[in-house]
């Protein structure tokens, strides 16, 4: 399958589980390999969640969607993220406040 940027920039990102991430916002590439270092997702239209996500972590890129695991998404429950830390490792997100 071939997809280009404009696309893949409308595609919504989801979990394994149905949790809806949001949509492609950026992507980042490594010059040397020509390759996806990874792909920034968009909470929302207004929203400042963003989203790294490695291309190891897609299980499915489709036409209407792109799956990924489930460990990309951050608990705000102290406790359920307490619990889920682990399988956090090596996920980037980051809040940016304007």
Same mark, same amino acid.
Not at 25 to 40: A, C, G, M
Not at 72 to 91: H, R, T
């Given at each position: 399958m071939i997809i280009n940027l404009p #696309?893949?920039?409308h595609l919504s990102v989801y979990t394994q589980t149905g949790i809806k991430l949001g949509k492609i916002?950026?992507?980042n590439f490594l $010059? %040397? @390999?020509h390759s $996806?270092? #990874?792909y920034i997702v968009r909470s929302n239209f207004l929203g400042r969640k963003y989203f790294f996500i490695k291309p190891s972590q897609i299980i499915e890129i489709n036409n209407d969607r792109i799956v990924v695991e489930d460990a990309v998404v951050i608990e705000k429950d102290k406790v359920v993220a307490k619990y889920n830390s682990k399988i956090? %490792?090596?996920v980037a997100? @980051? %809040?940016i406040n304007n």
């Amino acid at each position: 399958m071939i997809i280009n940027l404009p #696309q893949l920039k409308h595609l919504s990102v989801y979990t394994q589980t149905g949790i809806k991430l949001g949509k492609i916002n950026d992507i980042n590439f490594l $010059v %040397e @390999t020509h390759s $996806v270092y #990874q792909y920034i997702v968009r909470s929302n239209f207004l929203g400042r969640k963003y989203f790294f996500i490695k291309p190891s972590q897609i299980i499915e890129i489709n036409n209407d969607r792109i799956v990924v695991e489930d460990a990309v998404v951050i608990e705000k429950d102290k406790v359920v993220a307490k619990y889920n830390s682990k399988i956090l %490792e090596g996920v980037a997100t @980051t %809040e940016i406040n304007n």
